[in-house]
């Protein structure tokens, strides 16, 4: 008995392993219904054709569109580089002016400074000069003086002649 008891738990052991249930057996399929399906398979695949190919279409269109308004841009950007192109040509007129303003005025300066010296050593020329004149009238004054002390003393007296 005992032995039957070990066969019989090691028989179920075995026959109720589940993996060995686990597998099913798949109907056979008819070429029909291989046909069939391949017929389907090419139906979806033309249809999703034509959805990529009307997706291509969409995308080009609005790439198409993106690029006039890149267009657009790129003419403003010229409009603007010749704005900018102009507006350094009158910065280049008006610089040129200052130039010419600059060297007016450096010739004026110029000429100004030269009379103001010119000025300058004629009054210094003339300050020495009456510095001169004022030292020789000192001179000649004190020399006057110093003789009319001179022939008073040696002149007598009023009522003696």
Do not use: C
Not at 27 to 43: V, Y
Not at 131 to 138: H, I, K, N, P, Y
Request: hydrophobic share 45%; proline share 2%.
């Amino acid at each position: 008995m005992k032995k039957v008891v070990i066969l019989l738990s090691l028989s179920v052991a075995i026959l109720s392993y589940s993996p060995l249930f686990a597998v099913e057996v798949a109907p056979r399929i008819s070429d029909r219904e291989i046909i069939e399906g391949l017929a389907e398979a090419r139906g979806d695949i033309k249809e999703l054709r034509g959805e990529i190919n009307g997706l291509r279409a969409e995308m080009n269109a609005r790439f198409d569109a993106i690029d006039k308004r890149f267009e657009a841009i790129d003419t403003r950007f010229e409009t603007i580089d010749t704005r900018f192109e102009t507006i350094d040509a009158r910065f280049e007129a008006v610089d040129k002016r200052f130039d010419d303003l600059h060297w007016t005025i450096r010739i004026f300066i110029t000429i100004a400074l030269a009379i103001l010296g010119f000025v300058v050593n004629m009054q210094w020329k003339m300050n020495k000069k009456q510095a001169q004149m004022e030292t020789s009238l000192e001179t000649q004054k004190d020399e006057l003086t110093f003789l009319k002390n001179l022939i008073e003393k040696l002149l007598p007296p009023r009522g003696v002649l």
